[in-house]
């Protein structure tokens, strides 16, 4: 049976690249040695990391622009200290608008003064904040773009007189939009490009060396260009997987053709939700995510019944985060359109037998 992967990350990866790459664990580049067993500095695995690197930052349209591309390890969580430890010198602006926003905010206030300029703590993190206030004197602004967890997602990003510093983990690729007002992106890879084990971080370099601490060489942003993500053995598998998400998106049509297809992803799902009286959305409508739709039964709807239903369509991976409960379809760009239809399938079927 065919399965639906729905998983929140490590998530679904386009069936092409999972057969390219499985093929290069047997022989890589007709090389007869796997992809995991040459060295990272041999030529054939140097010329991955540079095509993976080139590839984001063209999908991203930041070629020439002042901005490197790295493929780093420790994943979006070592990503909310390395921030800070680059860039804070005496205070950082957090906007907080979940469970990840808010580890990346206690990580920071280890090396400064961070101001929390907004929180959707007091809903449980169902909406966006909005019209809120950044101070004039802060080394870099933070937000998180996408709430994997509970299902928002940012439109609207501000407009800041310092650096913009944006964890992109689990919408990166996802949707267009002028990646040029950020000056620090960092991307776990298992959200939406590749498996777990790497992280993309994107950062103009201007923004670097102003801080006076010493900064740990694994830790600092400039030595890992310096070393063209080569400082230590980079996550091989990790990147080579990265680099074949990034070329089948290219061969797409990119972002703006990806685009077109998530938001129809997103408008079905959502159109059935609003629509069907045994279910009810968890995010706010303006601030729903078009990654991850977050939504529960209405009291008294037989759990059992949908949760055998689902299974049986070969869905996987619909169960919510215990912080919220119910259900949460993750979309990623490799879902594809029929996947969700299949769901939606499966809610109307609900309806009927209940």
Partial sequence: MKKHNFSAGPCILPQEVIKKSAEAVLNFNNSNLSLIEISHRSKDFVAVMDNA??????????????????????????????????????????????????????EAKLFGEVIEVASSKDKNFNYIPKNFNIPSDIDYFHCTSNNTIFGTQINSFPEVNAPLVCDMSSDIFSRELD?????????????????????????????????????????????????????????????????????????????????????????????????????????????????????TLVEGANQELFDGLWKAAGISGINGHRSVGGYRASMYNALPLESVQVLVEVMKEFERKS
């Fill in 179 to 295: 990646f040029s007002k950020f000056d620090l992106i960092y991307a776990g890879a298992q959200k939406n490009m590749g498996p777990a084990g790497t992280t993309l971080v994107v950062v103009k370099e201007e923004i670097l060396g102003k801080v006076s601490r010493n900064i740990p060489s694994m830790l600092d942003y400039k030595i890992h260009i310096n070393s063209e993500s080569m400082f230590n053995t980079p996550s091989v598998f990790a990147v080579y997987v990265s680099m074949l998400t990034l070329d089948w998106l290219k061969n797409l049509g990119g972002i703006s053709a990806i685009e077109k297809i998530n938001n129809k992803k997103a408008d079905t799902i959502y159109t059935e939700i609003d629509r069907n009286p045994l279910f009810k959305g968890f995010a706010q409508k303006e601030d729903r995510s078009k990654m991850n739709a977050t939504f």
């Fill in 53 to 106: 690197c080139a590839l984001a930052l063209e999908h991203l349209n930041l070629q020439n622009k002042g901005y490197k591309a790295l493929f780093l390890q420790g994943g979006a969580s070592t990503q909310f200290l390395m921030a800070a430890y680059n860039l804070l010198e005496k205070k950082a602006a957090y906007l907080n608008t979940g469970t990840w926003s808010s580890k990346a905010l206690k």
